[in-house]
């Protein structure tokens, strides 16, 4: 559920404005796409990720 969201939400990432708690929250979900993506890597998952 949590990569669904990340994949589907981080557009909207660079439409915030830089306030502690958006930019806090930008970051976190930042880490939580590369682990992500790290995994896909590590366990050859074969996910594709579009750069945005």
Same mark, same amino acid.
Request: glycine share 8%; aromatic share 10%; charged share 15%.
């Given at each position: 559920?949590?990569?669904?969201?990340?994949?589907?939400?981080?557009?909207?990432?660079?439409?915030?404005?830089?306030?502690? &708690?958006? &930019? /806090?929250?930008?970051?976190?979900?930042?880490?939580? +796409?590369? /682990? @992500?993506?790290?995994?896909?890597? @590590?366990?050859?998952?074969? @996910?594709?990720?579009?750069? +945005?």
């Amino acid at each position: 559920m949590t990569t669904v969201a990340v994949v589907l939400f981080w557009p909207a990432a660079f439409f915030m404005k830089g306030d502690g &708690a958006a &930019a /806090a929250e930008v970051a976190r979900l930042k880490g939580e +796409m590369q /682990a @992500i993506e790290q995994v896909n890597r @590590i366990k050859n998952c074969g @996910i594709t990720f579009a750069a +945005m």
